[in-house]
């Protein structure tokens, strides 16, 4: 099956988190010739597939075929892939099924590689991603076998294919502040405790704030506030407690005890209580390594773009590989529809994308 054909094929899966739709069992049946490994979870669906070609490094391509939602506003069924002119529109097609089309055939096309080949899907990366590629990562690190180098084919270009890899990713650190007060009549202040006007003299000093200087590959660590909330939501009553939510994407120079820290700093007064949760801690592959000037390579011999590294975005399952210490880069399709309506991709990047991981497999 030719590349757009999988392609098309793939995108008629409904395969909204966590349900696979059947997917991976015909990738596994698709997938002539590799060794294929099931560890279902939960309702969540993983797939692990290798390929020992002979001695030499463990590479292994990454993704996920579940999809968000379609929501409303599409203008033509969002699993039934619609071809207008070079374009294809369905649910998936940044996100990532151009990607896993493109490496599957990459894969089932190698004749010869110096090592082994290997590919891990998952149907748990759109929801809470506790069942999906970590559990894999997990069996591989049991089983001594996990890869020396990784890409994940997310969408990662920004104005014309090929631009960008992502070489790492910034960590992911939320926050919850409680302030406790007093609830009172707004017309007797004094026999109150207003936490929101306890708070609005800290406010200018943690807003926005960054809390380290970034780095080369690191833009700095902000404390970005998401929601505040008091009150019942009447004009006589002063509230008795204020929650405060916060985000801060960070880099390798901040962790969740300098967040700690930080948010006492400005408290420590006051009567409070703080959650703070990691949910993706972030890593940086270095650019001198052997699948990122590999890759930068194909991608130039292919498009004749010199590409960029970056480490911008949100989080991904690359972050998981980052954990075990592979050196581990992302790299997809331009990025500019993904989860929204008429989402879409062309068949010259899906074409393309596959050349570039033949051709890095092939100089691997």
């Known amino acids: 099956m030719d590349t757009i054909s999988l392609f098309e094929k793939l995108l008629r899966f409904k395969s909204i988190t966590p349900d696979d739709d059947g997917a991976l069992d015909f990738i596994q049946e698709y997938m002539s010739g590799f060794e294929a490994k099931r560890l279902d979870i939960d309702g969540v669906k993983n797939l692990f597939l290798v390929k020992k070609f002979s001695t030499g490094p463990h590479l292994c391509f990454a993704g996920h075929v579940d999809v968000v939602p379609a929501g409303d506003d599409w203008d033509s069924d969002p699993y039934e892939p619609k071809r207008d002119g070079d374009k294809i529109i369905a649910r998936g097609t940044q996100d990532m099924k151009s990607g896993v089309a493109a490496f599957l055939n990459a894969c089932l096309g190698a004749k010869d590689f110096k090592g082994t080949l290997s590919i891990i899907l998952t149907s748990d990366e759109e929801g809470d991603a506790i069942n999906g590629t970590v559990k894999v990562l997990e069996f591989l690190k049991k089983e001594n076998f996990l890869p020396d180098f990784a890409i994940v084919a997310e969408p990662t270009c920004e104005d014309v294919f090929g631009d960008a890899i992502k070489i790492g990713r910034r960590g992911s650190i939320n926050g919850v502040i409680e302030k406790i007060g007093r609830q009172g009549h707004a017309a007797y202040p004094e026999k109150a405790n207003n936490p929101i006007h306890k708070i609005a003299g800290i406010l200018p000093y943690i807003a926005g704030v960054d809390l380290d200087n970034g780095d080369g590959s690191f833009a700095p660590s902000k404390f970005v506030i998401t929601d505040i909330r008091a009150g019942m939501e009447v004009t006589n009553v002063t509230p008795g407690r204020l929650k405060m939510m916060f985000n801060i994407r960070n880099s390798t120079k901040t962790d969740k005890k300098d967040v700690e820290d930080f948010v006492h ?77 008429n989402e879409s991709t062309t068949i010259k990047e899906v074409e393309d994308l596959q050349r570039i991981f033949s051709k890095l497999i092939e100089n691997f």
């Open 265 to 341: 700093k400005y408290f420590k007064e006051l009567d409070y209580t703080l959650i703070l949760n990691q949910s993706a801690k972030p890593f940086v592959t270095n650019k001198n390594s052997k699948v990122v000037t590999i890759l930068a390579d194909a991608i130039r011999d292919i498009t004749g773009v010199k590409t960029k590294l970056s480490t911008a975005g949100g989080t991904s399952d690359a972050r998981f590989f980052g954990e075990y210490g592979v050196d581990t880069v992302e790299f997809g399709v331009i990025n500019d529809k993904i989860h929204a309506p």
